[in-house]
Protein backbone atom coordinates (compact mmCIF):
# COMPACT_ATOMS: atom_id res chain seq x y z
CA UNK A 1 0.00 0.00 0.00
CA UNK A 2 1.70 2.90 -1.25
CA UNK A 3 -0.70 5.61 -2.03
CA UNK A 4 -3.04 6.71 0.80
CA UNK A 5 -6.33 5.47 0.60
CA UNK A 6 -9.17 4.39 2.68
CA UNK A 7 -10.13 1.34 4.32
CA UNK A 8 -13.24 -0.55 4.09
CA UNK A 9 -13.80 -3.34 7.27
CA UNK A 10 -17.23 -5.23 7.43
CA UNK A 11 -18.16 -8.33 10.08
CA UNK A 12 -20.28 -11.06 8.52
CA UNK A 13 -22.18 -14.04 9.96
CA UNK A 14 -22.84 -14.72 13.76
CA UNK A 15 -21.02 -12.19 16.04
CA UNK A 16 -19.14 -13.62 19.53
CA UNK A 17 -17.79 -11.71 22.53
CA UNK A 18 -14.64 -10.58 20.59
CA UNK A 19 -15.20 -9.54 17.39
CA UNK A 20 -15.41 -5.79 18.19
CA UNK A 21 -11.82 -6.37 19.71
CA UNK A 22 -10.95 -7.36 16.28
CA UNK A 23 -12.57 -4.10 15.26
CA UNK A 24 -10.64 -2.49 17.54
CA UNK A 25 -7.40 -3.49 16.57
CA UNK A 26 -7.73 -2.89 12.53
CA UNK A 27 -9.09 0.71 13.54
CA UNK A 28 -6.58 1.62 15.84
CA UNK A 29 -3.99 0.01 13.90
CA UNK A 30 -5.26 2.20 11.00
CA UNK A 31 -5.03 5.28 13.01
CA UNK A 32 -1.41 4.85 13.72
CA UNK A 33 -0.67 4.93 9.75
CA UNK A 34 -2.36 8.23 9.13
CA UNK A 35 0.60 8.81 6.40
CA UNK A 36 -0.33 5.61 4.35
CA UNK A 37 -3.90 5.03 5.39
CA UNK A 38 -6.85 7.65 5.46
CA UNK A 39 -10.51 6.61 6.84
CA UNK A 40 -11.44 3.57 8.03
CA UNK A 41 -15.47 2.56 6.68
CA UNK A 42 -17.33 -0.18 8.29
CA UNK A 43 -20.39 -1.52 6.60
CA UNK A 44 -23.92 -1.23 8.07
CA UNK A 45 -24.49 -4.78 7.89
CA UNK A 46 -21.28 -6.47 6.72
CA UNK A 47 -21.01 -6.99 2.97
CA UNK A 48 -24.65 -5.17 2.54
CA UNK A 49 -23.42 -1.82 3.65
CA UNK A 50 -21.18 -1.99 0.55
CA UNK A 51 -23.75 -2.69 -1.40
CA UNK A 52 -26.38 -0.50 -0.14
CA UNK A 53 -23.31 2.20 0.30
CA UNK A 54 -23.81 2.37 3.55
CA UNK A 55 -20.60 3.25 5.14
CA UNK A 56 -19.96 4.13 8.67
CA UNK A 57 -17.48 6.81 8.82
CA UNK A 58 -15.29 5.25 12.19
CA UNK A 59 -13.28 8.89 11.75
CA UNK A 60 -16.31 10.01 13.50
CA UNK A 61 -15.88 7.91 16.48
CA UNK A 62 -13.24 9.03 19.42
CA UNK A 63 -10.90 7.68 20.24
CA UNK A 64 -12.19 6.71 23.39
CA UNK A 65 -15.10 4.94 21.94
CA UNK A 66 -12.57 2.81 19.35
CA UNK A 67 -10.54 1.28 22.43
CA UNK A 68 -14.22 0.91 24.61
CA UNK A 69 -15.05 -1.71 21.31
CA UNK A 70 -12.16 -4.03 22.84
CA UNK A 71 -14.13 -5.00 25.92
CA UNK A 72 -17.84 -4.89 24.10
CA UNK A 73 -19.77 -7.83 22.86
CA UNK A 74 -21.37 -8.18 19.44
CA UNK A 75 -21.35 -6.50 16.48
CA UNK A 76 -20.74 -2.83 16.34
CA UNK A 77 -21.62 -2.42 13.04
CA UNK A 78 -23.59 -4.84 12.19
CA UNK A 79 -23.35 -7.67 10.96
CA UNK A 80 -24.73 -10.20 8.13
CA UNK A 81 -25.38 -13.86 6.81
CA UNK A 82 -25.40 -13.21 3.33
CA UNK A 83 -23.60 -15.18 -0.16
CA UNK A 84 -22.33 -13.75 -2.70
CA UNK A 85 -22.72 -16.21 -5.46
CA UNK A 86 -20.31 -17.31 -8.56
CA UNK A 87 -18.96 -14.17 -10.46
CA UNK A 88 -21.51 -15.52 -13.03
CA UNK A 89 -23.99 -15.21 -11.22
CA UNK A 90 -23.96 -12.10 -9.08
CA UNK A 91 -21.92 -10.16 -11.82
CA UNK A 92 -24.02 -7.13 -10.93
CA UNK A 93 -22.95 -7.18 -6.68
CA UNK A 94 -19.56 -7.44 -7.41
CA UNK A 95 -19.37 -4.27 -10.50
CA UNK A 96 -21.79 -2.89 -7.34
CA UNK A 97 -18.88 -3.20 -4.72
CA UNK A 98 -15.86 -1.92 -7.13
CA UNK A 99 -18.31 0.88 -8.16
CA UNK A 100 -18.66 1.86 -4.54
CA UNK A 101 -14.96 1.25 -3.62
CA UNK A 102 -13.90 3.55 -6.17
CA UNK A 103 -16.36 6.36 -5.32
CA UNK A 104 -14.95 6.49 -1.74
CA UNK A 105 -11.47 5.71 -3.10
CA UNK A 106 -11.19 2.74 -0.86
CA UNK A 107 -7.95 0.53 -1.54
CA UNK A 108 -8.46 -2.02 1.08
CA UNK A 109 -10.99 -4.28 1.93
CA UNK A 110 -10.86 -6.23 5.41
CA UNK A 111 -13.59 -8.90 6.03
CA UNK A 112 -13.85 -10.09 9.64
CA UNK A 113 -15.89 -13.59 9.20
CA UNK A 114 -15.80 -17.43 8.83
CA UNK A 115 -15.36 -19.56 6.11
CA UNK A 116 -18.29 -17.95 3.84
CA UNK A 117 -16.85 -14.92 4.87
CA UNK A 118 -13.44 -15.97 3.28
CA UNK A 119 -15.00 -16.99 0.37
CA UNK A 120 -16.17 -13.76 -0.19
CA UNK A 121 -13.40 -11.87 0.45
CA UNK A 122 -11.60 -14.24 -2.12
CA UNK A 123 -13.93 -13.71 -4.64
CA UNK A 124 -14.04 -10.26 -4.40
CA UNK A 125 -9.77 -10.22 -4.76
CA UNK A 126 -9.79 -12.06 -8.11
CA UNK A 127 -12.67 -9.85 -9.13
CA UNK A 128 -11.11 -6.44 -8.39
CA UNK A 129 -7.75 -7.69 -9.90
CA UNK A 130 -9.92 -8.78 -13.07
CA UNK A 131 -11.56 -5.17 -13.13
CA UNK A 132 -8.29 -3.52 -12.76
CA UNK A 133 -9.46 -2.18 -9.67
CA UNK A 134 -6.47 -1.76 -7.36
CA UNK A 135 -7.65 -3.16 -4.43
CA UNK A 136 -5.98 -5.09 -1.21
CA UNK A 137 -8.10 -7.69 0.21
CA UNK A 138 -7.32 -9.92 3.38
CA UNK A 139 -9.77 -11.92 5.66
CA UNK A 140 -9.89 -11.70 9.35
CA UNK A 141 -10.86 -15.20 11.30
CA UNK A 142 -13.96 -14.88 13.15
CA UNK A 143 -16.49 -18.15 14.33
CA UNK A 144 -17.06 -19.33 17.43
CA UNK A 145 -17.54 -23.00 15.97
CA UNK A 146 -13.38 -22.92 15.63
CA UNK A 147 -13.58 -24.80 12.42
CA UNK A 148 -11.17 -22.52 9.95
CA UNK A 149 -8.70 -24.67 8.74
CA UNK A 150 -4.90 -24.28 9.62
CA UNK A 151 -5.29 -21.14 12.04
CA UNK A 152 -4.88 -23.04 15.35
CA UNK A 153 -7.80 -21.58 16.72
CA UNK A 154 -10.26 -18.85 15.51
CA UNK A 155 -11.24 -15.53 18.07
CA UNK A 156 -14.60 -16.22 18.88
CA UNK A 157 -14.36 -19.82 20.13
CA UNK A 158 -11.70 -19.45 23.45
CA UNK A 159 -14.48 -16.97 25.10
CA UNK A 160 -17.39 -19.59 24.42
CA UNK A 161 -15.37 -22.44 25.72
CA UNK A 162 -14.61 -21.46 28.46
CA UNK A 163 -18.21 -19.73 29.37
CA UNK A 164 -19.53 -23.47 28.39
CA UNK A 165 -17.25 -25.11 30.76
CA UNK A 166 -18.09 -22.74 33.72
CA UNK A 167 -21.60 -23.32 32.80
CA UNK A 168 -21.43 -26.98 32.65
CA UNK A 169 -19.27 -26.82 36.41
CA UNK A 170 -22.02 -24.96 37.55
CA UNK A 171 -24.79 -26.78 36.39
CA UNK A 172 -23.11 -29.53 37.66
CA UNK A 173 -23.21 -28.34 41.31
CA UNK A 174 -26.39 -27.36 41.11
CA UNK A 175 -28.16 -30.47 39.84
CA UNK A 176 -25.83 -32.41 42.57
CA UNK A 177 -27.80 -30.39 45.15
CA UNK A 178 -30.77 -31.29 44.31
CA UNK A 179 -30.96 -35.19 44.46
CA UNK A 180 -34.71 -36.04 42.48
CA UNK A 181 -33.12 -34.21 39.38
CA UNK A 182 -31.13 -37.18 37.76
CA UNK A 183 -30.90 -35.52 34.45
CA UNK A 184 -29.52 -31.97 32.79
CA UNK A 185 -28.59 -31.45 29.12
CA UNK A 186 -26.94 -28.27 28.11
CA UNK A 187 -27.37 -27.68 24.51
CA UNK A 188 -24.51 -26.13 22.64
CA UNK A 189 -23.44 -24.46 19.16
CA UNK A 190 -21.57 -26.74 16.55
CA UNK A 191 -23.29 -27.57 13.40
CA UNK A 192 -20.56 -29.81 11.87
CA UNK A 193 -17.48 -29.62 14.57
CA UNK A 194 -18.04 -30.61 18.21
CA UNK A 195 -14.85 -27.90 19.41
CA UNK A 196 -17.80 -25.98 21.58
CA UNK A 197 -19.34 -29.03 23.34
CA UNK A 198 -15.81 -30.90 23.53
CA UNK A 199 -15.05 -27.45 25.53
CA UNK A 200 -17.42 -28.49 28.45
CA UNK A 201 -14.84 -31.57 29.16
CA UNK A 202 -12.32 -28.85 30.83
CA UNK A 203 -15.07 -28.99 33.84
CA UNK A 204 -14.75 -32.63 34.32
CA UNK A 205 -11.98 -33.64 37.15
CA UNK A 206 -13.05 -37.65 36.97
CA UNK A 207 -15.23 -39.96 35.27
CA UNK A 208 -18.16 -39.26 37.69
CA UNK A 209 -17.63 -35.28 36.96
CA UNK A 210 -19.94 -33.21 34.81
CA UNK A 211 -20.42 -33.83 31.99
CA UNK A 212 -21.02 -36.89 32.06
CA UNK A 213 -21.67 -37.23 28.44
CA UNK A 214 -20.89 -34.95 25.34
CA UNK A 215 -22.33 -35.73 22.15
CA UNK A 216 -20.39 -34.57 18.88
CA UNK A 217 -21.16 -34.02 15.31
CA UNK A 218 -18.32 -36.15 14.45
CA UNK A 219 -20.08 -39.33 16.77
CA UNK A 220 -23.18 -40.69 14.75
CA UNK A 221 -26.06 -40.39 17.75
CA UNK A 222 -27.22 -44.08 18.90
CA UNK A 223 -30.28 -43.92 21.16
CA UNK A 224 -30.18 -47.22 22.11
CA UNK A 225 -26.53 -46.86 23.39
CA UNK A 226 -27.19 -43.19 24.80
CA UNK A 227 -30.12 -44.75 26.87
CA UNK A 228 -27.79 -47.22 28.27
CA UNK A 229 -25.02 -44.39 29.11
CA UNK A 230 -27.57 -42.28 30.50
CA UNK A 231 -28.77 -45.34 32.69
CA UNK A 232 -25.66 -46.69 33.66
CA UNK A 233 -24.42 -42.57 34.52
CA UNK A 234 -27.76 -42.21 37.05
CA UNK A 235 -26.79 -45.69 38.85
CA UNK A 236 -23.41 -45.02 39.43
CA UNK A 237 -22.70 -41.39 39.84
CA UNK A 238 -26.26 -40.39 40.82
CA UNK A 239 -26.94 -37.84 38.47
CA UNK A 240 -26.08 -37.47 34.26
CA UNK A 241 -24.92 -34.11 32.76
CA UNK A 242 -25.54 -33.94 29.40
CA UNK A 243 -23.58 -31.44 26.36
CA UNK A 244 -24.87 -31.61 23.25
CA UNK A 245 -24.00 -30.01 19.68
CA UNK A 246 -27.08 -28.52 18.10
CA UNK A 247 -26.04 -30.45 14.96
CA UNK A 248 -25.51 -34.46 16.47
CA UNK A 249 -26.59 -36.25 13.46
CA UNK A 250 -28.34 -39.88 13.54
CA UNK A 251 -26.77 -42.57 11.08
CA UNK A 252 -28.68 -41.77 7.90
CA UNK A 253 -26.71 -38.70 8.15
CA UNK A 254 -29.94 -36.37 8.88
CA UNK A 255 -29.69 -33.75 12.00
CA UNK A 256 -31.55 -34.63 15.46
CA UNK A 257 -32.95 -30.87 15.35
CA UNK A 258 -33.62 -30.03 12.24
CA UNK A 259 -36.18 -27.72 11.73
CA UNK A 260 -36.36 -27.81 8.11
CA UNK A 261 -35.46 -23.77 7.42
CA UNK A 262 -32.58 -23.02 5.29
CA UNK A 263 -30.48 -19.78 6.55
CA UNK A 264 -29.12 -17.73 4.00
CA UNK A 265 -26.16 -19.34 3.19
CA UNK A 266 -27.82 -22.66 2.80
CA UNK A 267 -27.47 -23.99 5.67
CA UNK A 268 -29.87 -26.30 7.78
CA UNK A 269 -31.47 -23.93 10.29
CA UNK A 270 -30.23 -26.12 13.68
CA UNK A 271 -31.84 -26.03 17.56
CA UNK A 272 -33.90 -28.35 19.41
CA UNK A 273 -31.22 -31.49 20.45
CA UNK A 274 -32.21 -30.43 24.12
CA UNK A 275 -35.56 -30.51 24.63
CA UNK A 276 -35.65 -33.94 21.98
CA UNK A 277 -33.41 -35.43 24.49
CA UNK A 278 -34.90 -34.71 27.21
CA UNK A 279 -38.26 -36.36 25.83
CA UNK A 280 -35.68 -39.68 25.05
CA UNK A 281 -34.87 -39.47 28.73
CA UNK A 282 -38.25 -38.96 30.09
CA UNK A 283 -39.96 -41.20 27.88
CA UNK A 284 -37.58 -44.77 28.03
CA UNK A 285 -36.19 -43.59 31.43
CA UNK A 286 -38.88 -41.88 33.17
CA UNK A 287 -36.10 -39.53 34.64
CA UNK A 288 -36.72 -36.33 35.56
CA UNK A 289 -34.90 -33.64 34.06
CA UNK A 290 -34.14 -30.01 33.03
CA UNK A 291 -32.38 -28.40 29.96
CA UNK A 292 -30.98 -25.75 28.68
CA UNK A 293 -30.50 -23.82 25.28
CA UNK A 294 -27.00 -21.73 25.46
CA UNK A 295 -28.13 -20.15 21.97
CA UNK A 296 -26.84 -16.72 22.29
CA UNK A 297 -25.66 -16.39 25.82
CA UNK A 298 -22.57 -18.25 25.04
CA UNK A 299 -21.63 -16.17 22.05
CA UNK A 300 -22.83 -12.65 24.06
CA UNK A 301 -20.71 -13.39 27.28
CA UNK A 302 -18.33 -10.48 27.26
CA UNK A 303 -18.32 -10.44 31.38
CA UNK A 304 -16.45 -13.93 31.29
CA UNK A 305 -14.34 -13.92 27.93
CA UNK A 306 -10.86 -15.50 28.06
CA UNK A 307 -8.27 -12.98 28.11
CA UNK A 308 -6.44 -15.40 25.54
CA UNK A 309 -9.23 -14.86 22.98
CA UNK A 310 -9.03 -11.09 23.15
CA UNK A 311 -5.69 -10.67 22.89
CA UNK A 312 -5.72 -13.11 19.82
CA UNK A 313 -8.44 -11.15 18.32
CA UNK A 314 -7.41 -7.94 18.80
CA UNK A 315 -3.88 -8.88 17.01
CA UNK A 316 -5.69 -10.66 14.00
CA UNK A 317 -7.08 -7.02 13.51
CA UNK A 318 -3.61 -5.41 14.14
CA UNK A 319 -2.13 -7.78 11.83
CA UNK A 320 -4.76 -7.24 8.89
CA UNK A 321 -3.65 -3.78 8.60
CA UNK A 322 -0.22 -4.40 8.84
CA UNK A 323 -0.05 -7.46 6.37
CA UNK A 324 -2.29 -4.42 3.80
CA UNK A 325 0.53 -1.79 4.47
CA UNK A 326 2.81 -4.17 2.99
CA UNK A 327 1.45 -4.95 0.38
CA UNK A 328 -0.16 -8.36 1.34
CA UNK A 329 -3.05 -9.52 -0.73
CA UNK A 330 -5.76 -12.06 -0.97
CA UNK A 331 -4.71 -13.75 2.40
CA UNK A 332 -5.80 -13.95 5.83
CA UNK A 333 -3.91 -13.66 9.75
CA UNK A 334 -3.65 -16.63 11.49
CA UNK A 335 -2.65 -17.83 14.64
CA UNK A 336 0.15 -20.35 14.85
CA UNK A 337 0.57 -22.06 18.25
CA UNK A 338 4.29 -23.28 19.40
CA UNK A 339 3.67 -24.82 22.47
CA UNK A 340 0.72 -25.81 24.62
CA UNK A 341 2.63 -25.55 28.29
CA UNK A 342 3.87 -22.59 28.19
CA UNK A 343 1.23 -21.55 25.70
CA UNK A 344 3.17 -19.58 23.34
CA UNK A 345 1.56 -18.28 19.95
CA UNK A 346 2.30 -16.10 17.15
CA UNK A 347 1.15 -14.62 13.82
CA UNK A 348 1.08 -16.30 10.41
CA UNK A 349 -1.14 -16.30 7.09
CA UNK A 350 -2.50 -18.31 5.00
CA UNK A 351 -4.13 -17.67 1.72
CA UNK A 352 -8.43 -17.04 1.26
CA UNK A 353 -8.53 -19.82 -1.25
CA UNK A 354 -7.37 -22.57 1.40
CA UNK A 355 -9.59 -20.96 4.09
CA UNK A 356 -13.02 -20.48 2.56
CA UNK A 357 -15.47 -22.99 2.81
CA UNK A 358 -13.41 -26.08 4.17
CA UNK A 359 -14.12 -27.02 7.49
CA UNK A 360 -12.24 -28.37 10.82
CA UNK A 361 -13.69 -30.62 12.51
CA UNK A 362 -12.45 -32.83 15.76
CA UNK A 363 -9.89 -35.18 15.33
CA UNK A 364 -10.54 -38.59 16.18
CA UNK A 365 -7.77 -38.39 18.76
CA UNK A 366 -9.91 -35.77 20.53
CA UNK A 367 -12.62 -38.09 21.53
CA UNK A 368 -12.56 -40.16 23.48
CA UNK A 369 -13.27 -44.47 22.44
CA UNK A 370 -16.48 -44.57 23.50
CA UNK A 371 -17.72 -41.38 22.42
CA UNK A 372 -18.92 -39.80 24.79
CA UNK A 373 -15.42 -37.25 26.11
CA UNK A 374 -12.38 -35.86 25.76
CA UNK A 375 -9.15 -37.17 25.38
CA UNK A 376 -5.77 -35.59 27.39
CA UNK A 377 -4.93 -34.48 24.01
CA UNK A 378 -7.23 -31.92 23.75
CA UNK A 379 -7.70 -31.11 27.32
CA UNK A 380 -3.95 -29.68 26.36
CA UNK A 381 -5.27 -28.33 23.17
CA UNK A 382 -8.20 -26.73 24.76
CA UNK A 383 -6.89 -25.56 28.19
CA UNK A 384 -4.56 -22.52 27.04
CA UNK A 385 -7.41 -21.10 25.39
CA UNK A 386 -9.62 -20.44 28.12
CA UNK A 387 -7.26 -18.75 30.31
CA UNK A 388 -6.99 -15.23 31.86
CA UNK A 389 -10.23 -12.90 32.22
CA UNK A 390 -10.41 -9.46 30.61
CA UNK A 391 -13.16 -7.91 32.78
CA UNK A 392 -15.61 -5.26 31.06
CA UNK A 393 -15.28 -1.72 32.88
CA UNK A 394 -18.29 -2.05 35.61
CA UNK A 395 -20.83 1.01 36.44
CA UNK A 396 -23.89 0.30 38.73
CA UNK A 397 -23.20 -3.67 38.63
CA UNK A 398 -23.80 -3.95 35.33
CA UNK A 399 -21.01 -4.16 32.42
CA UNK A 400 -20.15 -0.42 30.49
CA UNK A 401 -20.33 -1.30 27.05
CA UNK A 402 -19.41 0.98 24.07
CA UNK A 403 -22.03 2.83 21.99
CA UNK A 404 -20.77 4.24 18.49
CA UNK A 405 -22.71 6.48 16.69
CA UNK A 406 -22.53 4.89 13.44
CA UNK A 407 -22.43 8.04 11.24
CA UNK A 408 -22.80 6.78 7.71
CA UNK A 409 -20.62 8.48 4.90
CA UNK A 410 -22.09 10.68 2.30
CA UNK A 411 -23.69 9.04 -0.78
CA UNK A 412 -22.26 9.06 -3.71
CA UNK A 413 -23.79 6.57 -6.27
CA UNK A 414 -27.48 6.01 -6.85
CA UNK A 415 -29.20 4.00 -4.67
CA UNK A 416 -28.83 0.12 -4.75
CA UNK A 417 -31.58 -1.98 -6.46
CA UNK A 418 -30.48 -5.11 -5.90
Not at 31 to 54: C, K, S, T, W
Not at 111 to 134: I, L
Not at 230 to 252: F, K, M, W
Not at 325 to 341: E, F, N, T, Y
Amino acid sequence: MNDKRNLFYAQSGGVTSVINATACGVIETARQNPDRIGNVFAGRNGIVGALREELIDTGKESAETIAALRHTPGGAFGSVRYKLKSVVESAAEYQRLIEVFRAHDIGTFIYNGGGDSMDTANKVSQVARSMDYPLTCLGVPKTVDNDLPITDTCPGFGSVAKYVAISTLEAGIDVASMPQTKVFILEVMGRHAGWIAAASGLAAENRDGPPHIILFPEITFDEDRFVDEVRATVERAGGCVIVASEGVRRADGSFVAESGVKDAFGHAQLGGVAPHLAEVVRGRLGYKFHWAVADYLQRAARHIASAVDVEQAYAMGKAAVEMALDGVHGKLPIIVRLSDDPYRWEVGEADLDQVANVEKKMPAEYITDDGYGITAACRAYLSPLIQGEDYPPYENGLPRYAKPRNVLAASKLPAWQG
